[in-house]
């Protein structure tokens, strides 16, 4: 599908994406490593392409947009703010590499919309815009919350120190499985050779030390009981329309009270939603939405799939980000956002067909 085609239908969602408000930008396509190393640890090494530079130091072709628009905007935006872009980004796939089963391009358009807004409508009313622009292509709307999954990982009663593995790992359903796993059962006892060599590696004495205390801690803890991972395996077997999925949550919600706030704000969204035209039963809420499939999203989770496409990645994604502008604010100042993006060469290929 040559490139200029793409772009054309691109510049199609970014004139719509202006048209609702926002302000186009353009952030930088080399962007410092240092903070999406902190941001996604060195997870991210292997989706992003880096190099050295001898002024920047290490730097990343931008592998996402919402982070550079995110620091743009706490670094002087004010709110509500709108903003739109149209550019590409870059994901690195690993000839090794099992998912996805179906290598897509490493260098793809996005177009996207973000919107900062102190505003209990803004998840519903960015979900809607997205719902408009793509319905002309017949595909499946697939929403969750990151916010529920997060509250029943608070209510597990473990101690602080394992609940904020879990949450650490919340986006890594593997990971997040393993440990779950091994809190379930009981602790390896664990023990630490004193010596008197001297320290070595590129973590610092005091860091290792706190975390051999930590493991030391740990290996008293209690087991988890299976009736929480059995609530649990509930929680991510919600699968439904709107509607249907709210009535099982409720029953959920019967043996596990500590999620009644979560599901209200779900149950609050779809009134929302159909407010502004979205019939929820046309919607599927599947619980582990954003747990197996995004990353840095605490809330709201949206996904646009083709049928039969098997293999293709989301034709667009988007949700809730709220911690991210805490992490990349000044002096921790969190500013609610949510936001979006679209593939413009998915849909390409969506009407070339």
Not at 6 to 17: M, N, V
Not at 161 to 166: C, F, G, K, Q, S
Request: hydrophobic share 45%.
């Amino acid at each position: 599908m040559p490139k200029r085609d793409k772009q054309a239908i691109g510049q199609r969602f970014l004139s719509a994406f202006r048209q609702a408000g926002a302000a186009e930008v353009a952030p930088d396509i080399l962007l410092p490593a240092d903070t999406l190393l902190d941001l996604y640890g060195e997870d991210i090494r292997a989706r992003a392409y880096t190099s050295t530079d001898p002024l920047r130091g290490e730097v990343m072709l931008r592998p996402d947009f919402t982070v550079p628009v995110v620091q743009m905007h706490m670094a002087g935006g004010a709110e509500p703010a709108r903003y739109c872009y149209l550019g590409e980004v870059f994901r690195k796939q690993d000839p090794g590499e099992e998912r996805p089963a179906n290598p897509r391009d490493n260098e793809y358009l996005q177009a996207g919309f973000e919107l900062f807004a102190h505003d209990r409508q803004a998840d519903a009313e960015v979900f809607a815009l997205f719902h408009r622009l793509l319905a002309p292509y017949r595909l499946r709307a697939v929403t969750g919350d990151m916010g529920l999954v997060m509250d029943a990982v608070r209510a597990l009663p473990l101690s602080e120190a394992r609940r904020d593995a879990l949450l650490h790992h919340v986006w890594r359903p593997g990971r997040f499985g393993r440990l779950l796993k091994r809190f379930s059962q009981p602790a390896a006892p664990r023990r630490f050779a004193e010596s008197a060599a001297p320290w070595a590696g590129l973590r610092s004495e005091a860091e290792m030390e706190r975390r051999m205390a930590r493991l030391i801690a740990d290996q008293d803890a209690a087991p988890l009981d299976p009736v929480w991972t059995a609530r649990l395996d509930r929680l991510f077997a919600i699968s439904a329309p709107m509607p249907d999925a709210l009535a099982q949550l409720s029953d959920l919600a019967r043996d596990w009270p500590d999620l009644t706030p979560a599901i209200g704000r779900v149950e609050e969204r779809a009134g929302m939603l159909a407010y502004l035209g979205v019939a929820p039963e046309t919607i599927l809420f599947d619980a582990s939405h954003g747990h197996r499939t995004m990353e840095y999203y605490d809330g709201f989770t949206f996904s646009f799939l083709a049928e039969g496409r098997a293999g293709w990645p989301p034709v667009a994604t988007g949700g809730r980000y709220d911690a991210l502008t805490a992490v990349l604010g000044r002096g921790g100042r969190a500013i609610p956002a949510v936001g979006g993006i679209i593939r413009p060469g998915l849909i390409a290929e969506l009407e070339a067909a």
